[in-house]
């Protein structure tokens, strides 16, 4: 994070009003909600578990089960079940919009 001087970057009105609030401490001013990346879009992340997941899903409708997917992508097998639920509900609901 860049920390800046108020002076040099807002107008002389707006530094005084400031001023009224807050001197000399150091104020946090977040972006815009609209412009704001949700939890793993920059890094990539996000995509990737939902490829795994998808992967999980398309290997259990396969025959492997819950035991053997929790070891081979070193998730518990709670973890494994949460997967293919959320997936089996998304699929539905996917198929309910396309009806």
Request: charged residues 30%; hydrophobic residues 35%; contains cysteine.
């Amino acid at each position: 994070m860049n920390y800046k001087n108020g002076k040099d970057v807002l107008p002389p009105r707006m530094l005084k009003e400031l001023q009224n609030y807050i001197q000399g401490e150091l104020l946090y001013i977040p972006k815009p909600e609209r412009s704001r990346a949700l939890w793993g879009e920059l890094s990539g992340t996000r995509k990737s578990m939902a490829k795994r997941n998808e992967e999980i899903y398309r290997l259990y409708h396969s025959g492997h089960t819950v035991s053997d997917l929790a070891e081979r992508f070193f998730l518990s097998d709670e973890s494994i079940r949460k997967i293919i639920c959320k997936m089996r509900t998304s699929l539905r609901e996917a198929a309910a919009v396309t009806e």
